[in-house]
């Protein structure tokens, strides 16, 4: 793969790399699961524009970093086959990261939907 190939061409392999951690990956699964969820609970409750703003940036950064823990788990078990204290720490500090952004997603979601599910149920006013 050179650098002189048409820009059409690395939407492709953009598009490749994307369901190739599809295919593979249950947390990426899962994790665009919730994102759907996310976005369904975000046209029932109406949010506004800057709602939605941190809504797609907060999906976009969770999905971002389970497809570059992919990529370190990949390019680790590449460069190290065998089991390796080193290819453990850099594994599971790419895994903390996504966990960290899950939880910080988790975190903006109950701040986005739960005014306005207590709204929708005259809990809050």
Do not use: C
Request: proline residues 4%; charged residues 15%.
């Amino acid at each position: 793969m050179g650098h002189n190939h048409p820009l059409l061409k690395s939407f492709r392999y953009a598009f490749d790399g994307f369901k190739t951690a599809f295919k593979q990956e249950p947390n990426l699964r899962f994790h665009l699961v919730v994102a759907i969820g996310a976005i369904v609970a975000g046209l029932f409750l109406h949010l506004s524009t800057t709602e939605w703003s941190i809504l797609v940036i907060t999906i976009s950064m969770v999905i971002i970093l389970e497809l570059l823990n992919t990529t370190i788990e990949e390019l680790v078990d590449l460069a190290s086959p065998t089991i390796h204290p080193k290819a453990k720490i850099a594994k599971d500090v790419a895994a903390a990261a996504v966990l960290l952004s899950a939880i910080t997603a988790v975190t903006i979601g109950v701040l986005l939907f739960l005014p306005k599910l207590l709204q929708l149920h005259g809990i809050l006013y």
